[in-house]
């Protein structure tokens, strides 16, 4: 049941940044919140936070036109949660696949860097959605061969990591600094590439929720996470 918090009887407009209430307007994120029947956030616990994190820069980089476009997705991220850091990492692949071949040299092999230090930790998961995840990841380098190289020498350079992974910063910093940079590039299409992101996003994450709640619903001896 929906917290009594004197909401007004309106529905929230979709707007850049964080609001007070509902009059004035909404946040992705916030507007979850209130469909989900939470308290006014745009930090609801009714979605998983990484996911969470690309669907506010998404909702803050797009223009008015194409943040109209993302309502329908709002009620799609409800209940969307997952405590398994794979699924971080995951999400920021999908990130930066987008951005790489698109965004500033800059960006590109930053992103870059992130990808191969991904495909690493991938490689420490033997299950479906990780080794899909570790070929998004290479297909994004093979598009930007000049990153991918600068990106191989970057990490022979400075030596192996000294902790293998990505933790959840990591992963939300690469979501960030993809969003960012697929809004400043220069394409005429931007808007339509953040929605499509976000939308590829939320789709992943329902993929492996749908995964790991089967998973859990075998016995622990029936063997590796089950991919829908």
Avoid: K
């Amino acid at each position: 049941m929906r917290e009594m918090m004197g909401y007004p009887d309106v529905m929230p407009i979709l707007s850049p940044g964080r609001h007070r209430s509902p009059r004035r307007g909404a946040c992705f994120m916030e507007f979850a919140s209130y469909l989900a029947g939470e308290r006014w956030s745009d930090h609801p616990v009714c979605t998983q936070g990484t996911l969470a994190h690309l669907a506010r820069m998404v909702n803050d980089r797009t223009s008015d036109t194409g943040r109209a476009r993302l309502t329908p997705l709002i009620p799609t991220v409800i209940g969307l949660t997952s405590n398994d850091p794979l699924l971080d990492i995951l999400l920021a692949v999908r990130a930066a696949h987008a951005a790489l071949p698109i965004v500033a040299e800059e960006r590109q092999r930053s992103q870059a860097v992130a990808l191969h230090v991904a495909i690493d930790a991938l490689a420490e998961h033997g299950d479906v959605l990780a080794a899909e995840a570790s070929e998004l990841a290479s297909a994004a380098l093979r598009a930007a061969p000049a990153a991918d190289a600068w990106a191989t020498r970057f990490i022979a350079d400075i030596g192996p990591a000294r902790r293998a992974g990505m933790s959840v910063r990591q992963c939300r910093d690469v979501v960030t600094g993809a969003v960012n940079g697929i809004a400043q590039a220069c394409v005429g299409d931007a808007d339509d590439r953040l929605v499509a992101l976000l939308t590829a996003a939320v789709s992943d994450t329902a993929r492996f929720a749908g995964a790991e709640q089967a998973t859990a619903n075998v016995p622990s001896s029936a063997g590796a996470r089950v991919a829908s």
